[in-house]
């Protein structure tokens, strides 16, 4: 993806077949990573928000349900198909009747808490869940990027904070966060 992405100003220029190349070998990357370490070494290391290797696994398995329910969105579909995005089988979801009594006036929520809950609901979740639900959701995001017209991927958003960006380079930023988790997980648990 590098070779092929040029920076142009703060404007990323990214093809259909850069995302797709990207997402493809960043699920492919994973798997072999990820999937060769014992589940007990995912228990160790420390990373952001003070997590552990699980937790930043699931971390990356709840963005990219996060990024496939957003792109669904962005691309105007109905609904993500039968794979929906949510925590893997035998995670606890919260409870809608428990409030958080002092937030419950400011609805507005950091990335940070957003991440924390999402990582909560994954608390119980085996690695191997989660790189599944990984998998499921970056399979998910290619199929929609495959089906996307090109001219929609790569016209720019118009969000406040990247008025430039397109929908790919968005994408391409996601791919690229990812692949850094994956890389800081390996490099963590496998000294």
Not at 1 to 20: I, N, P, Q, Y
Not at 27 to 47: K, V
Not at 79 to 100: F, I, L, Q, T, W
Request: aromatic share 4%.
């Amino acid at each position: 993806m590098e070779d092929r992405t040029v920076a142009a100003g703060m404007r990323w220029v990214v093809s259909k077949a850069d995302v797709l190349r990207a997402l493809r070998e960043g699920e492919q990357g994973a798997s072999e990573r990820l999937g060769a370490i014992s589940p007990e070494r995912f228990e160790q290391g420390s990373f952001e928000q003070g997590w552990n290797a699980r937790q930043t696994l699931a971390h990356v398995a709840s963005m990219e349900a996060l990024y496939r329910g957003m792109i669904t969105v962005l691309t105007g579909r109905r609904s993500v198909d039968e794979d929906a995005p949510g925590p893997p089988p035998g995670a606890h979801a919260p409870d809608p009747e428990e409030g958080d009594e002092e937030g419950d006036e400011d609805e507005s929520v950091s990335f940070e808490v957003l991440f924390q809950a999402m990582i909560d609901e994954r608390a119980d979740a085996t690695p191997a869940a989660l790189l599944g639900e990984f998998r499921r959701h970056r399979r998910g995001l290619i199929r929609i990027v495959a089906e996307t017209d090109e001219a929609l991927l790569c016209r720019p958003l118009g969000s406040p904070e990247t008025p430039d960006e397109s929908l790919a380079a968005t994408v391409c930023q996601h791919v690229l966060h990812v692949n850094a988790h994956v890389s800081q997980i390996v490099r963590s648990i496998t000294v």
